[in-house]
Protein backbone atom coordinates (compact mmCIF):
# COMPACT_ATOMS: atom_id res chain seq x y z
CA UNK A 1 0.00 0.00 0.00
CA UNK A 2 2.66 2.16 1.21
CA UNK A 3 4.54 1.61 -2.14
CA UNK A 4 0.85 2.25 -4.18
CA UNK A 5 -0.18 5.82 -2.91
CA UNK A 6 2.47 7.95 -4.82
CA UNK A 7 1.81 6.09 -7.89
CA UNK A 8 -1.76 6.83 -8.01
CA UNK A 9 -0.96 10.72 -7.06
CA UNK A 10 1.36 10.64 -9.74
CA UNK A 11 -1.11 9.25 -12.34
CA UNK A 12 -3.51 11.78 -10.77
CA UNK A 13 -1.45 14.91 -11.85
CA UNK A 14 -1.04 13.17 -15.36
CA UNK A 15 -4.89 13.23 -15.96
CA UNK A 16 -4.67 16.25 -14.26
CA UNK A 17 -2.48 17.94 -17.09
CA UNK A 18 -4.04 15.82 -19.70
CA UNK A 19 -7.41 17.41 -18.89
CA UNK A 20 -5.97 21.39 -18.54
CA UNK A 21 -5.49 20.45 -22.46
CA UNK A 22 -8.89 19.41 -23.33
CA UNK A 23 -12.19 20.77 -24.26
CA UNK A 24 -14.93 22.12 -21.60
CA UNK A 25 -17.41 19.56 -22.70
CA UNK A 26 -14.93 16.72 -21.63
CA UNK A 27 -13.52 18.92 -18.55
CA UNK A 28 -17.02 19.00 -16.91
CA UNK A 29 -17.11 15.03 -17.06
CA UNK A 30 -13.87 14.44 -15.48
CA UNK A 31 -12.90 17.61 -12.84
CA UNK A 32 -12.31 17.68 -10.36
CA UNK A 33 -10.29 14.93 -10.84
CA UNK A 34 -10.01 12.90 -7.13
CA UNK A 35 -7.32 10.50 -5.69
CA UNK A 36 -9.93 7.38 -6.63
CA UNK A 37 -8.61 6.12 -3.04
CA UNK A 38 -10.04 9.06 -1.32
CA UNK A 39 -13.59 8.95 -2.90
CA UNK A 40 -13.68 4.71 -2.69
CA UNK A 41 -13.87 4.64 -6.57
CA UNK A 42 -16.94 6.45 -7.18
CA UNK A 43 -16.95 8.57 -10.53
CA UNK A 44 -19.43 11.24 -8.87
CA UNK A 45 -18.25 12.59 -5.88
CA UNK A 46 -20.52 15.15 -3.84
CA UNK A 47 -20.93 18.30 -6.33
CA UNK A 48 -18.48 17.32 -9.44
CA UNK A 49 -20.03 18.91 -12.07
CA UNK A 50 -23.59 19.17 -13.56
CA UNK A 51 -23.89 15.38 -13.16
CA UNK A 52 -23.23 15.24 -9.28
CA UNK A 53 -25.67 18.51 -8.87
CA UNK A 54 -28.42 16.74 -11.05
CA UNK A 55 -28.06 14.04 -8.79
CA UNK A 56 -29.11 15.81 -5.75
CA UNK A 57 -32.79 15.55 -6.65
CA UNK A 58 -35.30 13.39 -4.84
CA UNK A 59 -36.67 12.12 -0.99
CA UNK A 60 -35.26 10.45 1.33
CA UNK A 61 -38.15 8.22 1.80
CA UNK A 62 -39.42 6.32 4.60
CA UNK A 63 -40.46 2.73 6.15
CA UNK A 64 -43.20 3.63 7.74
CA UNK A 65 -46.09 5.23 5.62
CA UNK A 66 -48.77 6.95 7.52
CA UNK A 67 -52.64 6.22 7.19
CA UNK A 68 -55.32 8.49 9.08
CA UNK A 69 -57.23 6.06 10.13
CA UNK A 70 -57.61 2.10 10.58
CA UNK A 71 -59.98 1.60 7.40
CA UNK A 72 -57.45 3.52 5.62
CA UNK A 73 -54.62 1.02 6.53
CA UNK A 74 -56.86 -2.32 6.30
CA UNK A 75 -57.65 -1.66 2.80
CA UNK A 76 -54.44 -0.22 1.63
CA UNK A 77 -53.00 -3.77 3.39
CA UNK A 78 -55.26 -5.90 1.38
CA UNK A 79 -54.48 -4.65 -2.42
CA UNK A 80 -50.10 -4.08 -1.10
CA UNK A 81 -50.61 -0.26 -2.30
CA UNK A 82 -51.21 2.78 -0.54
CA UNK A 83 -53.86 5.46 -1.69
CA UNK A 84 -50.84 7.93 -2.20
CA UNK A 85 -48.93 6.01 -4.15
CA UNK A 86 -46.32 3.43 -3.30
CA UNK A 87 -46.77 0.19 -0.91
CA UNK A 88 -48.56 0.16 2.46
CA UNK A 89 -45.24 0.35 3.55
CA UNK A 90 -42.38 2.18 2.15
CA UNK A 91 -39.28 -0.50 2.46
CA UNK A 92 -40.41 -2.63 -0.99
CA UNK A 93 -42.11 0.59 -3.01
CA UNK A 94 -42.08 4.17 -2.32
CA UNK A 95 -44.38 6.39 -4.67
CA UNK A 96 -40.95 7.69 -6.46
CA UNK A 97 -40.64 3.76 -7.45
CA UNK A 98 -44.23 3.63 -8.35
CA UNK A 99 -43.59 6.41 -10.70
CA UNK A 100 -40.87 5.07 -12.57
CA UNK A 101 -42.24 1.96 -13.16
CA UNK A 102 -45.43 3.80 -14.98
CA UNK A 103 -42.95 5.46 -17.10
CA UNK A 104 -40.88 2.51 -17.99
CA UNK A 105 -43.86 0.41 -18.55
CA UNK A 106 -45.61 3.28 -20.92
CA UNK A 107 -42.18 3.51 -23.10
CA UNK A 108 -42.11 -0.38 -23.51
CA UNK A 109 -46.64 -0.83 -23.87
CA UNK A 110 -45.87 -2.88 -20.88
CA UNK A 111 -48.82 -3.96 -18.43
CA UNK A 112 -46.30 -2.90 -15.88
CA UNK A 113 -43.34 -2.80 -14.73
CA UNK A 114 -41.24 -3.29 -11.20
CA UNK A 115 -37.74 -1.82 -10.33
CA UNK A 116 -35.27 -4.20 -8.11
CA UNK A 117 -31.86 -2.72 -6.42
CA UNK A 118 -29.85 -3.69 -9.59
CA UNK A 119 -29.96 -5.27 -12.61
CA UNK A 120 -29.10 -8.54 -11.63
CA UNK A 121 -31.86 -8.80 -9.03
CA UNK A 122 -34.00 -8.02 -11.92
CA UNK A 123 -32.58 -11.08 -13.61
CA UNK A 124 -32.91 -13.32 -10.75
CA UNK A 125 -36.24 -11.94 -9.16
CA UNK A 126 -38.07 -12.48 -12.60
CA UNK A 127 -36.28 -16.05 -12.74
CA UNK A 128 -37.28 -16.82 -9.44
CA UNK A 129 -40.86 -15.96 -9.99
CA UNK A 130 -41.43 -18.94 -12.64
CA UNK A 131 -38.65 -21.56 -10.71
CA UNK A 132 -38.14 -23.19 -14.29
CA UNK A 133 -36.16 -26.34 -14.17
CA UNK A 134 -33.72 -25.24 -17.73
CA UNK A 135 -33.67 -21.85 -19.39
CA UNK A 136 -32.13 -22.08 -22.78
CA UNK A 137 -29.34 -19.25 -22.84
CA UNK A 138 -27.08 -17.30 -25.32
CA UNK A 139 -23.62 -17.96 -24.95
CA UNK A 140 -22.83 -14.61 -24.83
CA UNK A 141 -25.33 -14.15 -21.81
CA UNK A 142 -24.20 -11.81 -19.39
CA UNK A 143 -21.96 -13.48 -17.34
CA UNK A 144 -22.93 -13.40 -13.93
CA UNK A 145 -26.24 -14.90 -15.11
CA UNK A 146 -24.41 -18.44 -15.52
CA UNK A 147 -23.51 -17.87 -11.75
CA UNK A 148 -26.74 -17.46 -10.68
CA UNK A 149 -28.51 -20.31 -12.60
CA UNK A 150 -25.42 -22.61 -11.21
CA UNK A 151 -26.27 -21.59 -7.86
CA UNK A 152 -30.38 -22.38 -7.91
CA UNK A 153 -29.06 -25.36 -9.68
CA UNK A 154 -31.16 -24.40 -12.55
CA UNK A 155 -29.79 -26.41 -16.00
CA UNK A 156 -28.17 -24.45 -18.48
CA UNK A 157 -28.73 -24.99 -21.84
CA UNK A 158 -26.84 -22.87 -24.36
CA UNK A 159 -27.54 -22.17 -27.76
CA UNK A 160 -24.80 -20.05 -30.12
CA UNK A 161 -24.36 -16.16 -30.20
CA UNK A 162 -25.57 -15.02 -32.84
CA UNK A 163 -27.85 -17.96 -33.63
CA UNK A 164 -30.02 -18.92 -36.70
CA UNK A 165 -33.83 -19.65 -36.35
CA UNK A 166 -32.90 -23.43 -37.89
CA UNK A 167 -30.39 -24.39 -35.26
CA UNK A 168 -32.34 -22.92 -32.88
CA UNK A 169 -35.28 -25.22 -33.87
CA UNK A 170 -33.89 -28.04 -33.32
CA UNK A 171 -32.35 -26.95 -29.51
CA UNK A 172 -35.63 -26.46 -28.56
CA UNK A 173 -36.86 -29.61 -29.86
CA UNK A 174 -34.78 -31.48 -27.98
CA UNK A 175 -34.67 -29.37 -24.87
CA UNK A 176 -38.87 -30.19 -25.28
CA UNK A 177 -38.23 -33.52 -25.29
CA UNK A 178 -37.28 -33.47 -21.25
CA UNK A 179 -38.83 -30.29 -20.21
CA UNK A 180 -42.11 -30.61 -21.39
CA UNK A 181 -44.30 -27.86 -19.18
CA UNK A 182 -44.68 -24.35 -19.89
CA UNK A 183 -43.38 -23.46 -16.52
CA UNK A 184 -40.41 -26.21 -16.45
CA UNK A 185 -38.28 -24.18 -19.48
CA UNK A 186 -37.92 -20.75 -20.35
CA UNK A 187 -36.11 -19.20 -23.48
CA UNK A 188 -33.94 -16.23 -22.65
CA UNK A 189 -32.44 -13.91 -24.85
CA UNK A 190 -29.74 -11.20 -24.82
CA UNK A 191 -28.99 -9.12 -27.76
CA UNK A 192 -26.25 -8.25 -28.75
CA UNK A 193 -24.33 -10.59 -26.27
CA UNK A 194 -22.39 -9.45 -23.72
CA UNK A 195 -18.26 -8.63 -24.33
CA UNK A 196 -19.02 -9.90 -28.16
CA UNK A 197 -22.15 -8.62 -29.60
CA UNK A 198 -23.01 -11.04 -31.43
CA UNK A 199 -27.13 -10.89 -32.27
CA UNK A 200 -29.18 -14.18 -33.55
CA UNK A 201 -32.12 -14.23 -35.52
CA UNK A 202 -34.06 -12.33 -32.94
CA UNK A 203 -37.82 -12.46 -35.03
CA UNK A 204 -36.93 -16.56 -35.70
CA UNK A 205 -36.27 -17.33 -31.91
CA UNK A 206 -39.26 -15.50 -30.69
CA UNK A 207 -41.60 -17.36 -33.31
CA UNK A 208 -40.17 -20.69 -32.39
CA UNK A 209 -40.68 -20.21 -28.76
CA UNK A 210 -44.55 -18.84 -29.19
CA UNK A 211 -45.18 -21.86 -31.61
CA UNK A 212 -43.45 -24.02 -28.64
CA UNK A 213 -46.07 -22.41 -26.17
CA UNK A 214 -42.76 -20.75 -23.52
CA UNK A 215 -41.98 -18.19 -21.93
CA UNK A 216 -39.28 -15.63 -23.45
CA UNK A 217 -37.71 -13.54 -21.42
CA UNK A 218 -34.96 -10.78 -23.00
CA UNK A 219 -32.12 -8.55 -20.90
CA UNK A 220 -32.66 -5.33 -23.20
CA UNK A 221 -29.74 -3.86 -21.30
CA UNK A 222 -27.50 -2.78 -24.44
CA UNK A 223 -30.38 -1.25 -26.18
CA UNK A 224 -32.12 0.03 -24.04
CA UNK A 225 -36.22 1.50 -24.42
CA UNK A 226 -34.87 3.68 -27.01
CA UNK A 227 -33.22 0.95 -29.48
CA UNK A 228 -35.34 -1.90 -29.11
CA UNK A 229 -38.69 -2.82 -27.54
CA UNK A 230 -38.75 -6.30 -26.88
CA UNK A 231 -42.51 -6.59 -26.03
CA UNK A 232 -43.46 -4.84 -29.57
CA UNK A 233 -41.65 -7.92 -31.03
CA UNK A 234 -43.66 -10.45 -29.59
CA UNK A 235 -40.93 -11.09 -26.15
CA UNK A 236 -43.41 -11.60 -22.44
CA UNK A 237 -41.28 -9.98 -20.36
CA UNK A 238 -38.09 -7.75 -20.38
CA UNK A 239 -35.39 -7.04 -18.05
CA UNK A 240 -32.96 -3.93 -17.86
CA UNK A 241 -30.21 -3.09 -16.02
CA UNK A 242 -30.75 0.44 -15.73
CA UNK A 243 -27.64 1.05 -14.11
CA UNK A 244 -26.90 1.56 -17.47
CA UNK A 245 -27.97 3.79 -19.86
CA UNK A 246 -31.31 4.88 -18.31
CA UNK A 247 -29.66 5.99 -15.77
CA UNK A 248 -25.98 7.50 -17.76
CA UNK A 249 -23.81 8.55 -14.90
CA UNK A 250 -23.23 5.55 -12.55
CA UNK A 251 -25.16 6.52 -9.88
CA UNK A 252 -28.52 4.68 -10.69
CA UNK A 253 -28.08 0.85 -9.38
CA UNK A 254 -31.15 -0.35 -10.41
CA UNK A 255 -32.79 -2.82 -12.52
CA UNK A 256 -36.61 -3.57 -14.18
CA UNK A 257 -38.86 -5.90 -15.18
CA UNK A 258 -41.46 -4.55 -17.63
CA UNK A 259 -44.02 -7.99 -18.21
CA UNK A 260 -46.52 -7.40 -21.32
CA UNK A 261 -49.25 -10.14 -19.17
CA UNK A 262 -51.13 -9.01 -15.98
CA UNK A 263 -50.51 -13.01 -15.08
CA UNK A 264 -46.71 -12.40 -15.30
CA UNK A 265 -46.36 -9.14 -13.57
CA UNK A 266 -48.49 -10.78 -10.57
CA UNK A 267 -45.87 -13.19 -10.21
CA UNK A 268 -43.37 -11.21 -10.27
CA UNK A 269 -44.40 -8.52 -7.65
CA UNK A 270 -45.75 -11.56 -5.48
CA UNK A 271 -41.78 -12.36 -5.98
CA UNK A 272 -40.59 -8.99 -5.29
CA UNK A 273 -43.48 -8.59 -1.79
CA UNK A 274 -42.17 -11.97 -0.68
CA UNK A 275 -38.89 -11.44 -0.64
CA UNK A 276 -38.17 -7.83 0.07
CA UNK A 277 -35.93 -7.29 -2.83
CA UNK A 278 -37.79 -4.49 -4.30
CA UNK A 279 -36.57 -1.91 -1.68
CA UNK A 280 -34.64 0.66 -4.03
CA UNK A 281 -33.81 4.00 -2.73
CA UNK A 282 -36.23 6.60 -3.85
CA UNK A 283 -33.09 8.98 -4.72
CA UNK A 284 -32.17 5.98 -7.23
CA UNK A 285 -35.63 6.01 -8.45
CA UNK A 286 -36.24 9.75 -8.62
CA UNK A 287 -33.01 10.21 -11.35
CA UNK A 288 -33.91 7.46 -12.93
CA UNK A 289 -37.07 9.05 -13.49
CA UNK A 290 -35.34 12.40 -14.80
CA UNK A 291 -32.47 10.41 -16.91
CA UNK A 292 -35.05 8.44 -18.61
CA UNK A 293 -35.70 11.11 -20.54
CA UNK A 294 -32.34 12.18 -21.87
CA UNK A 295 -31.37 8.13 -22.74
CA UNK A 296 -32.39 8.72 -26.42
CA UNK A 297 -29.27 12.17 -26.69
CA UNK A 298 -26.55 10.46 -24.75
CA UNK A 299 -27.38 7.56 -26.89
CA UNK A 300 -26.66 9.13 -29.58
CA UNK A 301 -23.68 10.89 -29.06
CA UNK A 302 -22.64 7.54 -26.92
CA UNK A 303 -22.78 5.91 -30.26
CA UNK A 304 -21.15 8.72 -32.27
CA UNK A 305 -18.36 8.75 -30.46
CA UNK A 306 -17.43 5.15 -30.54
CA UNK A 307 -17.89 5.01 -34.44
CA UNK A 308 -15.02 7.64 -33.87
CA UNK A 309 -12.84 5.37 -31.82
CA UNK A 310 -13.93 2.26 -33.78
CA UNK A 311 -12.31 4.41 -36.65
CA UNK A 312 -8.91 5.26 -35.18
CA UNK A 313 -8.65 1.43 -33.34
CA UNK A 314 -8.92 -0.49 -37.57
CA UNK A 315 -6.26 2.17 -38.74
CA UNK A 316 -3.75 0.78 -36.23
CA UNK A 317 -1.47 -1.91 -36.87
CA UNK A 318 -1.57 -3.98 -33.70
CA UNK A 319 -5.60 -4.50 -33.95
CA UNK A 320 -6.74 -7.18 -35.90
CA UNK A 321 -10.33 -6.51 -35.85
CA UNK A 322 -13.43 -4.59 -33.60
CA UNK A 323 -16.18 -6.55 -32.43
CA UNK A 324 -19.00 -4.02 -33.40
CA UNK A 325 -22.45 -5.17 -35.04
CA UNK A 326 -22.31 -1.36 -35.80
CA UNK A 327 -19.65 -2.36 -38.90
CA UNK A 328 -20.98 -3.25 -42.45
CA UNK A 329 -18.40 -6.01 -42.23
CA UNK A 330 -20.06 -7.69 -39.42
CA UNK A 331 -21.54 -10.73 -40.10
CA UNK A 332 -24.43 -9.41 -37.81
CA UNK A 333 -25.10 -6.11 -39.47
CA UNK A 334 -28.09 -6.85 -41.09
CA UNK A 335 -29.83 -8.03 -38.15
CA UNK A 336 -28.83 -4.97 -36.23
CA UNK A 337 -29.91 -2.57 -39.11
CA UNK A 338 -33.30 -4.12 -38.70
CA UNK A 339 -33.58 -4.63 -35.39
CA UNK A 340 -31.36 -1.73 -33.54
CA UNK A 341 -30.37 0.62 -36.48
CA UNK A 342 -28.03 2.61 -34.43
CA UNK A 343 -25.34 1.76 -31.60
CA UNK A 344 -24.19 2.67 -28.22
CA UNK A 345 -21.13 3.68 -26.95
CA UNK A 346 -20.05 -0.33 -26.78
CA UNK A 347 -17.47 -1.89 -28.80
CA UNK A 348 -15.03 -4.92 -28.30
CA UNK A 349 -11.17 -4.61 -29.63
CA UNK A 350 -9.41 -7.50 -30.57
CA UNK A 351 -5.40 -7.30 -30.35
CA UNK A 352 -2.99 -8.90 -32.40
CA UNK A 353 -1.99 -12.74 -31.33
CA UNK A 354 1.66 -12.11 -31.33
CA UNK A 355 1.38 -9.28 -29.23
CA UNK A 356 2.58 -9.68 -25.67
CA UNK A 357 0.03 -9.04 -23.15
CA UNK A 358 1.74 -6.62 -20.96
CA UNK A 359 1.96 -4.62 -23.51
CA UNK A 360 -1.63 -4.26 -24.60
CA UNK A 361 -1.89 -3.74 -20.25
CA UNK A 362 0.90 -1.19 -20.29
CA UNK A 363 -1.38 0.92 -23.28
CA UNK A 364 -4.64 0.49 -20.45
CA UNK A 365 -2.86 1.66 -17.90
CA UNK A 366 -1.22 4.90 -20.51
CA UNK A 367 -4.77 5.96 -21.08
CA UNK A 368 -5.96 9.55 -18.89
CA UNK A 369 -9.46 9.49 -19.97
CA UNK A 370 -10.41 5.90 -19.65
CA UNK A 371 -10.71 4.68 -16.54
CA UNK A 372 -10.67 0.78 -15.76
CA UNK A 373 -13.99 -0.45 -14.57
CA UNK A 374 -16.65 -2.72 -14.48
CA UNK A 375 -20.03 -1.92 -15.58
CA UNK A 376 -20.20 0.63 -18.55
CA UNK A 377 -23.53 3.29 -20.04
CA UNK A 378 -22.28 6.46 -17.80
CA UNK A 379 -20.40 9.91 -18.83
CA UNK A 380 -17.00 8.42 -18.50
CA UNK A 381 -14.94 6.21 -21.00
CA UNK A 382 -14.02 3.17 -19.41
CA UNK A 383 -11.94 0.18 -20.85
CA UNK A 384 -11.78 -4.01 -19.56
CA UNK A 385 -10.80 -7.18 -20.64
CA UNK A 386 -12.94 -9.39 -22.04
CA UNK A 387 -13.11 -12.82 -20.21
CA UNK A 388 -16.16 -14.34 -21.52
CA UNK A 389 -17.29 -18.38 -20.49
CA UNK A 390 -18.41 -19.53 -23.94
CA UNK A 391 -19.35 -23.44 -24.80
CA UNK A 392 -20.46 -23.56 -27.81
CA UNK A 393 -19.30 -20.07 -29.67
CA UNK A 394 -15.16 -19.68 -29.78
CA UNK A 395 -13.58 -16.13 -29.21
CA UNK A 396 -11.46 -14.31 -31.33
CA UNK A 397 -7.77 -15.01 -30.72
CA UNK A 398 -6.06 -12.38 -29.20
CA UNK A 399 -6.18 -9.78 -26.20
CA UNK A 400 -9.64 -8.78 -26.24
CA UNK A 401 -10.85 -5.19 -24.57
CA UNK A 402 -14.33 -4.03 -24.10
CA UNK A 403 -14.47 -0.06 -24.21
CA UNK A 404 -16.90 2.34 -23.35
CA UNK A 405 -17.44 5.13 -25.23
CA UNK A 406 -18.08 8.23 -22.65
CA UNK A 407 -19.82 11.67 -22.98
CA UNK A 408 -16.59 13.52 -23.87
CA UNK A 409 -15.57 15.12 -26.86
CA UNK A 410 -14.01 12.47 -29.08
CA UNK A 411 -10.91 14.70 -30.05
CA UNK A 412 -9.67 14.34 -26.41
CA UNK A 413 -10.30 10.77 -26.50
CA UNK A 414 -8.57 10.05 -30.10
CA UNK A 415 -5.87 11.78 -28.51
CA UNK A 416 -5.89 10.08 -25.43
CA UNK A 417 -5.73 6.32 -27.35
CA UNK A 418 -3.09 8.08 -29.81
CA UNK A 419 -0.77 8.83 -26.70
CA UNK A 420 -1.02 5.33 -25.05
CA UNK A 421 -0.43 3.81 -28.10
CA UNK A 422 2.93 5.90 -28.77
CA UNK A 423 3.76 4.91 -25.52
CA UNK A 424 2.98 1.59 -24.99
CA UNK A 425 2.70 0.02 -28.40
CA UNK A 426 5.10 2.24 -30.01
CA UNK A 427 7.39 -0.15 -31.54
CA UNK A 428 4.45 -2.07 -32.89
CA UNK A 429 2.73 0.76 -34.24
C1 LIG B 1 -24.71 -4.81 -16.31
C2 LIG B 1 -25.64 -5.79 -16.87
C3 LIG B 1 -26.57 -6.43 -16.06
C4 LIG B 1 -26.62 -6.28 -14.56
O1 LIG B 1 -26.77 -5.00 -14.11
P1 LIG B 1 -26.34 -4.57 -12.61
O2 LIG B 1 -27.19 -3.42 -12.32
O3 LIG B 1 -24.88 -4.27 -12.71
O4 LIG B 1 -26.61 -5.76 -11.73
C5 LIG B 1 -27.45 -7.29 -16.66
N1 LIG B 1 -27.42 -7.53 -17.98
C6 LIG B 1 -26.51 -6.96 -18.78
C7 LIG B 1 -26.52 -7.27 -20.23
C8 LIG B 1 -25.58 -6.06 -18.25
O5 LIG B 1 -24.69 -5.51 -19.07
Not at 181 to 197: M, N
Not at 223 to 247: C, M, N, W
Not at 263 to 277: K, P
Request: proline share 7%.
Amino acid sequence: MAGKIPEILIKCEARRAFLALCSPATRRLHEPVSDPYAVCGHPNPAGLGDAGRFSQTGSWGQSSVLFPKLGTYRAADKCGRAPYGGAEYGVPLTPEADAVCRKMAALHKGHGAVICPSGLSAIATTIDAFSPQAVLIPDNVYGPMLRFLNRRRIKQIRYPAGVGAEEFHSLLVKARSEYSLRDELIVYIEAPGSGTFEIPDLDGIIAIAQHAKLRTIMDNTWASHVRFRPLEHGIDIVVQATTKYEGGYGDTPSGMVIAKHPQDLQRIADELRATGNGAVAPTTCSRLYHRIDSTEERLNQHADTAARLIEWFLQQPFVTGVLSPTLATSPYHERFTRYFSKGNGLFSVAFRPDLPAKHIEAFVDALNLFWVAESWGGHLSLVLPVHANREVTPLPEGYILRFHAGLEDYRDLVRDLQQAAEAALGEEG
